[in-house]
């Protein structure tokens, strides 16, 4: 089994232009930019020509399976906010782009079959606008103008579909605008956009902007895009994982909407579907499809380690003898996901873990459990444990005042407002006494701004280019609270032995004692650098 840093120097070749048959039989035709990281820089994962039909098959499958679900959705629209990313071109030419922005560009994207389901409000001149702001704003104009006839909102994660919602709170005076007149306003620029969303503004619709600024006017926007899209009957969006933290933020805007979490995959391959997709998010299970890739199983649970630690001959199981085919993994077990790709991936570990849920006839089903060592997220960005430390460290190197002690650290992916943002609990002792420490705030500012510089490429690329994350926040907590924090998971059953504090605490009672406790908080004031990867500056 191999993991990415094992193939980086086989990608890089390619990358530098050298012949790509060394792991694949096709060309490799396209580099997918993955929000995972390695050494700094996004991981670029192999593609071939084959591989946007083989998607093109998967997105297909999504149509009668939400078909057998919820009737009549070829009698509307779907109001879906896509959106895709600049590219950047590799030494041998070779395109780097994400893997939505490679298929939205395809093809089999533009003359996808136009059977009256995959009729959605964006044209494609939108979708395909490389500015963000204007492609958002012409997106939601285009859905806010055709509102009668949108039967399912969407975009492919909560995070996403959220900063929509957040970019219409900021922008629906101005919408409501274009929509009285049946014009546009003239900080679009992109001309292909202008002609497209004129053709669907058709002139004025003074009621409706009427009717749309009032309802976005009220006090509370409890249940607006209900009352903006009445007909709507659920939202798309990825709810599992990282972005269950979502959950009840999109339940308040969508007024209890069911919320349809269809799909799993990665830029390294697609891998499965909800079959059920009209279920509750906490029952979400994908199964996966056997035509996507080969995927094997490296179980991850206690039974396994019990195992891999037992002597055979002396001889502890190594994970390639424990490793396990789709048809023989078990109900309840752990497992994290190994794929071989079409495109060159082989015995590759994909570092996520999934549990075993059920089966369909004989396919098994799995939820998503976890992505390994992922502590913080808040949008495509996947912070480890590791990676935190080494930032809080630097900052604490270089620009804590050196009177003071950083004792115990913790962290927060705050998400209770659009954008989310990292917040850091730090207890701070001063070095000679037990007194409340004494903090100075343009340092403690820049420990919160060192903490944001010292963390990886896609956290600073949603900082700094995309704004999908708020500024990194520091939390001082009062001496004494991590022992607090410590007799809290002792109660709730934690060994005094064992007891590690954690890096991270989701909600729930450990967050209440330390929010409780907190005596000062800081936010970095400047935005970390950021720059496309491969440019030569
Ligand atoms: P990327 O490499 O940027 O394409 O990100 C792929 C990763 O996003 C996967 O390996 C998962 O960790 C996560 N992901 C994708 N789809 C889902 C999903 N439906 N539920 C939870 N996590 C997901």
Request: charged share 25%.
């Amino acid at each position: 089994m191999v993991n990415y840093d094992d193939m980086k120097p086989f990608i890089q070749r390619i990358a530098d232009g050298k012949s790509s048959g060394i792991l694949s039989t096709e060309p490799i035709t396209e580099l997918l930019t993955s929000s995972g990281t390695s050494g700094g820089q996004p991981k670029l994962m192999p593609s071939t020509a084959e591989e946007l039909d083989r998607k093109t098959f998967f997105y297909n499958m999504l149509v009668p399976i939400m078909s057998k679900f919820v009737n009549g959705l070829d009698e509307g629209k779907g109001m879906y906010l896509l959106f895709i990313k600049p590219e950047i071109k590799t030494p041998s030419g070779l395109k780097a782009r994400p893997v939505l922005t490679s298929y939205y560009k395809s093809q089999q994207f533009k003359n996808r079959p136009f059977n009256k389901y995959n009729v959605i409000t964006s044209p494609n001149d939108t979708i395909l606008c490389e500015d963000s702001k204007q492609s958002m704003y012409c997106q939601l104009l285009c859905g806010l103008v055709q509102q009668s006839h949108v039967l399912r909102l969407g975009a492919s994660f909560a995070s996403a579909f959220l900063r929509a919602v957040k970019f219409l709170e900021s922008h629906y005076n101005e919408l409501c605008a274009d929509i009285r007149t049946g014009t546009i306003t003239s900080w679009i620029t992109e001309s292909a956009c202008r002609d497209s969303v004129l053709s669907i503004l058709n002139g004025p619709n003074p009621e409706l902007a009427d009717e749309i600024e009032s309802l976005c006017g009220a006090k509370s926007w409890e249940g607006i895009l209900r009352k903006i899209w009445p007909k709507t009957k659920y939202i798309e969006v990825i709810v599992t994982g990282s972005m269950a933290q979502y959950i009840p933020t999109l339940e308040f805007y969508s007024g209890g909407l069911p919320l349809v979490s269809i799909m799993y995959g990665a830029s390294d391959c697609f891998f499965g579907i909800n079959i059920n997709p009209m279920c509750k998010p906490s029952e979400v299970s994908y199964t996966l499809l056997p035509n996507m890739g080969y995927f094997e199983f490296l179980p991850v649970d206690d039974k396994s380690l019990d195992k891999s630690h037992s002597t055979v001959d002396d001889n502890a199981l190594k994970g390639e003898d424990l490793i396990v085919d789709l048809v023989n993994v078990e109900i309840g077990r752990y497992y994290e996901l190994v794929i071989t790709t079409f495109a060159g991936l082989y015995r590759y570990k994909v570092e996520d873990n999934l549990k075993v849920t059920g089966f369909h006839n004989k396919a098994p089903q799995f939820s998503f459990v976890e992505r390994r060592n992922v502590v913080l997220s808040i949008d495509t960005d996947k912070t480890s444990e590791e990676d935190l430390m080494k930032a809080v460290t630097q900052a604490k190197l270089n620009h804590l005042q050196k009177s003071l002690l950083l004792t115990e650290y913790t962290s927060y992916a705050d998400t209770s407002s659009i954008s989310g943002h990292y917040v850091l609990f730090w207890e701070l002792k001063p070095r000679h006494d037990n007194e409340p420490p004494k903090l100075d705030k343009k340092t403690m500012e820049d420990c919160c701004s060192e903490v944001e510089d010292c963390l990886d490429y896609v956290y600073r690329r949603c900082r700094n280019k995309d704004k999908s994350i708020g500024p990194l926040e520091i939390r001082v907590v009062s001496l004494g609270t991590f022992d607090s924090l410590m007799d809290f998971s002792i109660a709730q059953g934690s060994s005094v032995n064992q007891y590690k504090t954690p890096r991270c605490v989701t909600s729930g009672g450990a967050l209440e004692i330390l929010d409780s406790r907190v005596t000062r908080r800081f936010f970095s004031k400047r935005v970390p650098q950021w720059e496309p990867f491969g440019s030569d500056s």
